[in-house]
């Protein structure tokens, strides 16, 4: 017989019970729900409201189902619905009658709220170290490549010359925010929500304080209707892990195209490249690929949770077991996705020769050249038009602008001397760029320091 049996005259239909139990995905959070309910079953022998003996063997067998769960050595039971009835039914099996008070003063409503709450804390708390191993990363290839010269981009055309760490240290900002969003996910999923009951509180006089301090819960939650409907701590962990995934796939998305024939900026490592069943050249960047292409499914997890919560009445709807697969499903695939991606990126070798050579193409030293007039006194309206034509010039010769002589450049603007030689040079363009956050490798490296301190800090 169900647990909750007693008012039934009919066993569930098998059709019911495939269809609504969840032990097959939620047997994932034993760990938390067996903690939880070791700090429960402790707090209601502490405050009396259960027998301390009762107590005591409660939290003796639930310890021993712990370490049976641990090595793997459980049958969870598909007809006991869920992962908080299936550790109940075993504890009572074990222990007899003491364990039927276990679920004193508590729902499975606040429990699954209570359970996913610990496991999302966990949860955020690995993915800001991963982010940090990944930034650590980012952080070596910038300091290394301070000097190397590449060409940035707009529009997907070269637009002017920036360096590698700049360009590394784009993505040590994207993925800072990142670690910011998770530890404010890792906040809002802080609040212990026992004591919620079903949806009213409860009769008995639970001590909420104590349950949150043995469970290291920052505070408790300040009503039961929303401490059993609220699952916005998950919809925070899938919106970060959403965005996370977006920044990874954009950096994918550049080493494909950088892996390319057409660009050859880098080369992938062997080992994080596969081949074609086919074509024998093949060296493809499938991991790269990937991790592009499961940033979909992530962004549907999300999208999916905040379509299931969008019409529930309050408190606790079944349709809230659906948040589960979503949410492990998401974990799953950002962990995978952030450890290969930090491992493949250590591997990948940067050329800097052809970095540098397709920097100084495509005319990306033009708004320098403007700038240079400007500084000789021209109007940078007229500087702008000046250089258009000299492109332009350029373009019909097919030379580049310093290829052009003293002579020629003055035939466009007087302006122009001797010095403008060295002013246009790849060097030059990046070196002048030394305002806060602008390519210069001085304000690099100073971008590089703050982030190393914003990774000392705990946020
Ligand atoms: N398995 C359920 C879930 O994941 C646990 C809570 C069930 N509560 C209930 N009253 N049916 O949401």
Redesign the pocket.
């Known amino acids: 017989m169900k647990l909750w049996g007693g008012r039934f005259e009919k066993a569930t239909d098998g059709l019911v019970d495939d269809f609504h139990s969840?032990i097959s995905f939620?047997k994932r959070l034993f760990e938390q729900d067996i903690t939880g309910s070791i700090a429960h079953a402790t707090m209601l022998g502490e405050e009396g409201i259960i027998p301390a003996a009762d107590a005591e063997k409660i939290v003796a067998g639930l310890k021993d189902i712990l370490e049976d769960a641990r090595a793997g050595k459980i049958e969870w039971m598909v007809d006991a619905e869920?992962i908080?009835m299936n550790v109940e039914t075993l504890l009572t099996q074990r222990i007899g009658d003491a364990g039927k008070r276990l679920h004193t003063g508590r729902s499975?409503?606040d429990q699954?709220a209570l359970d996913t709450r610990m496991y999302a804390k966990v949860a955020c708390r690995d993915t800001e170290a991963m982010l940090e191993e990944l930034i650590d990363a980012l952080l070596t290839i910038a300091q290394e490549n301070l000097h190397t010269i590449m060409p940035g981009y707009t529009h997907m055309q070269k637009a002017q010359p920036i360096t590698l760490a700049h360009h590394m240290m784009a993505y040590v900002q994207m993925f800072l925010r990142d670690r910011n969003r998770f530890s404010n996910a890792y906040k809002a999923a802080d609040v212990m929500v026992l004591g919620s009951g079903a949806l009213a509180g409860t009769t008995y006089p639970l001590n909420r304080e104590r349950v949150a301090e043995l469970l290291g819960f920052e505070k408790i939650s300040e009503n039961s209707l929303d401490g059993v409907a609220d699952r916005d701590y998950m919809l925070d962990y899938l919106s970060a892990a959403a965005i996370c995934m977006m920044h990874l796939s954009r950096f994918c998305e550049e080493l494909i195209l950088w892996n390319t024939n057409e660009f050859r900026f880098v080369e992938m490592d062997d080992a994080f490249a596969t081949g074609s069943s086919i074509m024998p050249q093949k060296k493809n960047p499938d991991v790269a690929e990937l991790i592009r292409g499961k940033t979909g499914r992530v962004y549907g997890h999300l999208m999916g949770l905040l379509t299931v919560m969008k019409g529930l009445p309050l408190a606790?709807n079944?349709d809230?077991?659906e948040d589960?697969e979503a949410f492990f499903d998401t974990r799953d695939t950002l962990v995978k996705g952030l450890t290969v991606f930090t491992a493949m990126l250590k591997t990948v070798t940067f050329r800097k020769d052809v970095m540098e050579r397709g920097a100084s193409g495509g005319f990306t030293n033009a708004t320098d050249c403007a700038d240079y007039l400007v500084k000789k006194g021209v109007a940078f309206r007229d500087a702008h038009k000046v250089v258009g034509e000299l492109v332009a010039h350029c373009l019909n010769e097919n030379k580049a602008l310093l290829d052009l002589t003293l002579e020629e450049l003055k035939q466009f603007h007087p302006a122009f001397e001797q010095d403008v030689f060295d002013d246009l040079s790849m060097i030059s363009c990046v070196e002048k760029r030394k305002i806060p956050g602008a390519p210069a490798p001085e304000m690099v490296q100073r971008a590089i320091n703050a982030a190393k301190a914003a990774l000392k800090n705990d946020q």
Do not use: I, W
């Open positions: 969840s939620d869920d908080h499975r409503n699954v606790y079944k809230m077991q589960k």
